[in-house]
């Protein structure tokens, strides 16, 4: 028996999530005597997961899985599973785990737990802490089944390094043609610029900006950051950013280390989306926008002297500190 | 075309969550329950096949007798019949297979369910059925096109989104994007006056397992108050974010 643990990759390089769902799978593996193995796809540098605890890698190389395919995917994750014994399964929180692990729940009939933000407080009962009510609360939940799937949120767990020989062994699941009834027909991605799901550090605006062509201070801002752009609603609702910039309880959820809102109010529905943030910074011109209440650092005052003032300070820094 | 669009009754996105019973239970109480918002778009692009290209629409739930306001003002928005399954939603297992008994039973074409419902987020649902129908399914779907039995997909996925193709049946998962925010729809009083003549079906549950169970609820710890910088003094903030929050 072993904790089985799907590592996403991006153009076959391993996602930082994937090292964190690794860290987690052995944070488990250590409290009930077992062994860590992930399941790789197309992944080019396997062995990199033994720095965090995985003992055993089965690595699929198979050009019909280039692209992730939830259906396909889980088929796969399900037959290591089996052919392993694993009765623990931790996937990450991406868009394609989330996706995915729905599927995969119903074939293995397993419990699974979403967004969770800790190692489990038990094993037996097994026991886990997550988010709920977009962040307004948390659960403490109960998988009683046999097989249990795990997503565990990004950022919540960090990396923990257990450096460990890692035997990669290929991996051959029999996936079939019904598991291609959904074809990607384009991918339309933007490449070399963090994403929102997986920066560290989110650089977000909102209406208090004015207009679209203001946003080349947030995004110069971002860069030096090394941060993903991301907006407020009415922002992507108005078309001044894509929808896909859209954060907060009905867009994507952030789950940053460090998430600065800029002209941005803090009405509910955004705190909820990004509240698992773990520093927020606000910078607004009314000192009694809500989002003061919900940050840690803030400055009253107009994002357009500011943000440019920001980039200059941190240009200095990082110049000092290169 | 024959849609069932799957409903899932959600406190409103502005209540406040406490909880009750030694914080084992959701306080409803003074909470306002809404269709749930991923759930409503979904709604919305039914009723535009509905209305372009026609189709029979469904709304099923899960609940108890307390969610059929939600049940009544999906109709009012236009669908034809609903349906309620007569149980409380235990856990998204439980629910998914509630559902899945109805789609297997009432022979459609397209399911349309919310990426996630905002109240325990758990996502699951679409998935699951899917999984149990052996249907095709597209999650975080933020575009929709069918023709005849072929479909056109557009889906969110990390950093962009990925244009899809697949056919009916087809299960999705739906979220904003399918329609505009600008095109959901208000019950207007004729809608409510039909509304009320439209059928309810009332449907036992059928015996599901609940693998999942949430033990205990607990709020947010209470956070410190901000703190301050200067506007004049903006390298403050770099310095703080540096040496005090390490985030930098
Ligand atoms: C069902 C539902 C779901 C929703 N889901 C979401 C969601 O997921 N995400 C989301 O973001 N919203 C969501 N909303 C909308 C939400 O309620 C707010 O309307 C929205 O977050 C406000 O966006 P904003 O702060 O950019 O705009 P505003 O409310 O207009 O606030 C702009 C802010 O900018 C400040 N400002 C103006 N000029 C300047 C300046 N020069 N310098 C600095 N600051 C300035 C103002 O003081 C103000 O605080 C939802 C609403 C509903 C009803």
Redesign the pocket.
Known sequence: MSILVYTETDNGKFKKNAFEVASYAKNIADQMGESVTALAINAENADELGTYGVSKVLGISNDSLKGFNAKAYASAIAQAAEMEGSKVIIVSSSADSKYLSGILAARLNAGYVPNVVAAPEGISPFMVKRTAFSNKGFAHTEISSEVKIIGVSNNAFGLVENTTDAVVEPFDPSINDNDFGVKSVEVDKVVGKATIADADIVVS??????GPENWGMIEELADILGAATA?????SDLGWRPHGE??????KPVASNLYIA?????????L??VSASKTKVV????PE?P?FKAADYGIV????E?VPELIEKLKEFKAQNA | MKILVCISNVP???SKINFTDDDTKFDTNGVQFVIN?NDEFGLTRAMWFKEKQGATVHVATVGDASVEPTIRKALAIGADEGIRINAAPKDGFFVARQLAEIVKNGGYDLIIAGRESIDYNGGMVPGIMASLLDMNFVNTCIDLEVDGTEATAQREIDGGKEKISTSLPLIIGGQKGLVEESDLRIPNMRGIMMARKKALNIVDPIDAPSPTNDKKFERPAAKGPVKLVDAGNVGELVNLLHNEAKAL
């Open positions: 605006a909102g209406r208090g900006l004015k907006c407020s609603k009415p922002v859209h954060v907060g309880q009905t867009g800029i002209g941005i109010s803090g009405a509910i529905q955004h909820a989306g910078i607004n011109n009314d926008a989002f005052g107009d994002a357009f500011v | 409103d996105t502005t918002p």
